[in-house]
């Protein structure tokens, strides 16, 4: 069974099962956002934790190397997503990229924010005129720097 | 003289001038990124704080109301960006979309984060493996309501 | 059994039983267009709707927990729909889009038409010469705000 | 001078002037977003109106014959919109699509609203939880029908 | 069964029962190219004569609510056809599209030629140089006009 | 100058000295669509002809030797056009395209019509509920063949 | 069973016995490129022969009447294709094309290669420097010409 | 002046000279395709032939190193070609590149024919149906080869 | 079964034994990455390494023939690859492809690097501040020759 | 005057003044490549390099803050490059992308070879079949790691 199938029956045996991803998460002692993504294919979900998870939710075993293998990245199904509370995360980076883009050269100099090297957290804050969603994206500055092995 | 023509020119006076984005937001007394945002053609810029603007970078002050005016929005020159800085924001989409899109819909139910109500923050922070950029996407939740105007 | 199979079946099994959405938006007691729209795989269905349609339509109750959670939205097969029904509205956008936004923006300001906080209308309206198709769009306005969370 | 040229005239010479929509709609005696549409280059524009037009944004007359003539229609940059108020109406089609087709074919049969025997208005409507962008969308049925020419 | 599968099944069981469009035409009393324009899966099939056509073509008879409903139309397995017969209508579109306009325009004004209400015709017409495909598209020819239900 | 400006060069000037299509074909004595196609850049302009229309235009006689020259074809400034009048014949091909295919096999065998040896016609048809446009494509029919030249 | 599936199963059916594109031409006495093309699905092939090649390649007698019929040609499962050995052709016509299309008009006037009345050979020719392959196009030439049909 | 420039007037000082290929591949007695496509900006022309080709051209002798350089190679301004002339190539690769591609596996095994070491001809042969273009396409070819190189 | 899923069969089987690549590549004696690239369905695998193969992996050996076929290469399943591990060499190509291919021309004239007599290492270099990722791509020069086969 | 115009104005001043990438690497002091990239509108020109680099192409001074500041990376004109030297490498990504991911993977584990802390090296290897290019890629390997700054 392929990686994308093994996410489709995730997928559906989450909802079948009525477990959240929080109790998923919580399963394997990682964190929310990170569980999610490694769930839907994004990361390679160590054996232990795949085997824990792959009982949870009624896989059979034979998933568990599968999970555990690097998976070719990539979650859009559209190179522009199509699904609102996607997209509003692509427009962000329609209207602000080149603005993030010169806030982090002003700041740092030349140079990228890693999204390896990386985490995430989404999380509600309060606030009176309604809750608001704060997405917080956290990466090491890695500075352009003209590097080469030792021969 | 038109809105892209503006930004182009805008682009260029401020590297002349050797003028900050911190210096430009601080005179207009704005947030940086929105200024940034702002002067970068993805944002209406008030006509008082666009002349102080432009003034500052030398522009002829025909610019005004072309600055005060809403602009068709959207920066990317491609679909899928090619700069690195800001293609990382991209992969953070493809790799992270699908686990934020789930963690927004088990916290706050269906919906999505705004990105009109909407704020942004780019800051550095300490680490000792080396300083991290974390940038906050903070926008009110939209519950998907089916409403109707009054007739 | 994914969503775009469950979507599926409820096309064909519509058919097949011969009834109308406006029989299926009135067993659940729902508008017209929010119906069809949710059973064609864009909205979540609260189980208690989808039990019901589950049991009209002959599917398996398995489909009621995947019909409630939060789908990925998206119902275009092509960037640019094919089918004219659906085109004319594309066309719309292409003919008039430019003329909503600046008459939007004229009206209240900068900011969009929520498509979120949002409900739609199609209606029969009699014309002499020949009845009128009336779509009414009806979301409610957010200006752009730079508002934040309270940390 | 090309129509693309004179459009872009026009929008720079409005915003100059201080001219609103409406002031150049009164002017001509024609509907608001018939109005704004035709300046933004999508239908042509009576050499009377167009004469009053060029003179209140004193352009040259030579643009009167160019401004008459019919366009070549289409005014988004890009096939998918990236400008965030023109978007909404993009998500729209995503998302309510295929409600908008099924309601039609349902009420009317086989058949489409036209988007050239069609008018579009854009108001403003008041709701205690804020006021609403209403717009409407109205075109004339057309079934499909195979008719021929008489020889 | 979707319709798309139905499609399938169709050219495959004309081919395997060795029937022509015509007859199949025939036997519904349709125009040709109407006809295979509907089992090519473009225009629903009234029930009376889909019983007809799924009974010759040995279709099982659950298939007719599916041809009788309103399809998703278009046909076009890519936005540029690849295969050479369709291909050559597209090159005209390319050559010719513009000079079609044009001569719309100036016959009839500013409008369109439906393609809703709307016939074609392929024939055979005989030429010393080798006989020739003619090809005749009839639609009615829709002003543009700016019309509004009653309220 | 390149063909491209001359053609922008030809549109205008027509506007400006408020010729019609049919007086510049009849100056030239060729068929109504061929010379629009011909004067928006899609066929070479015999010297002859070339010079008549320059002078009729008002255009330098240095475009003459340009316009005899055979054009890099190709008139749609996308692959899918946004026109609604060019639009139609697109849709055209979608809805119908298979069934012109599957009609000129029945008819003629494995070919094409050509798009080389071809003509066009556009025509006012009456009809009682409205005129018609009705427009000829008519090419000869080109049956594949596996011939070789003679070495 | 669809063409395409035909297809699939002939290029699994040919190297699970061993058998080469020219032995199968041969069977059916037609030339090699011809043959490997029909056999790829680019040409119907007529029954007698599609029987022969049926058999040989162990396919069931009812894919005959599918083979035999026109297929949808056009055989890149990508715009610009990927294949090493397909992409060298497309490289030609980047860096070629243009200079063919001048050649053609310098030596014939306005007007294409045919590629229906056409035929195609691949051969082997020595090389001191390396045997080479000669790909030789072999197609009428059609001038551009303005025929009807009669009436 | 870049090349893409030259190459514009290039091709509009040619015309207005009235030189033909011919004339200007003999002037520096190179092969006709060969000079036409390093005309046309796809092959560097040395400084001896540049130069002659300037002055008979009537370019700025400035011209000749620029004409020198290695260019950016790819000539179609779509990555399907609209043209007629050209798409006809683009359409055998549709067609017969899977026939090609075959063919040349059959008879040299895995490799490809070089675009590189390469030469191309276009001919007219005499048929007594009609004379015919006869492309030759003549490249090395190049075998797979796993080869490093010494370190 | 098609190559492609030979592929995907390769790709489980493979995790499901826990064999590494290496041990795969050694039990053929082949290069590393030659090897991963053949079993990703980028080479023909002659017989006898493919039988060997196939035994470790337990396939059927009715795959042997399939993989030593030439097959249709391309293993990117988008344009621009959405893997992070992939798209860093797409991003390499987009910052340094023109200063790549202008250090080739400087030093070896026009032409390019071979992608088919080619080898490929990807090696781990120790430093000290991280071990690096060293790939050194390695083919022939292939200088622009404009040669041609004896007749 | 943009970055994009000033290197356009470098890549005709370097040839008009006969200058090698090599005298201008020399120049600066800085790797060939490094220096080519940057010249090419990659990587921002500290201004004491830029001066040198000005003064010696003959550029107006006023480009060396523009040539300082960090650019909007991405050089290739298509997605899909269409030049042969540059293709090859795309091509190399098509063939062995996924073998290099694998290599990648199975030598440091799930992670990406670093484009940013990242040197590149063309060279010239004697081989008795023909030189060679050898283009190494050298990057910092980065693990994927869930890092999150101090708050």
Redo the contacts between chains.
């Keep these: ?2 990686r994308e199938r093994i996410t ?1 029956e995730i ?2 045996a989450r ?2 099962k ?1 477990l ?3 109790q998923l998460a919580d399963a394997v002692d990682r ?4 569980t ?2 490694a769930l ?1 294919g ?3 979900i160590p054996a232990e934790q795949g085997a824990v998870l792959a009982e949870l939710l009624g896989l059979d075993e ?1 998933v568990v ?2 999970l ?3 998976p ?37 100099g ?13 999380a ?4 009176p ?23």
């Excluded at 030349?110 to 957290?121: C, E, P, R, T, V």
């Excluded at 005129?129 to 030792?150: C, I, Q």
């Design positions: 069974m392929t489709a997928v559906n909802l079948a009525g959240s991803w929080r964190p929310l956002t990170w999610i993504a839907l994004q990361h390679p034979s190397p599968v555990a293998a690097v070719v990245r990539g979650g859009l199904p559209t190179a522009v997503p199509t699904d609102p509370t996607v997209y509003r995360f692509y427009e962000v980076l329609q209207v602000y990229g080149g603005a993030i883009k010169e806030a982090i050269h002003e700041e740092f030349d140079g990228i924010m890693s999204a390896i090297n990386f985490s995430l957290d989404v509600r804050k309060p606030h005129d309604g809750d608001r969603v704060v997405v917080t994206l956290d990466g090491k500055f890695l500075p352009y720097a003209w590097t080469s092995a030792d021969d």
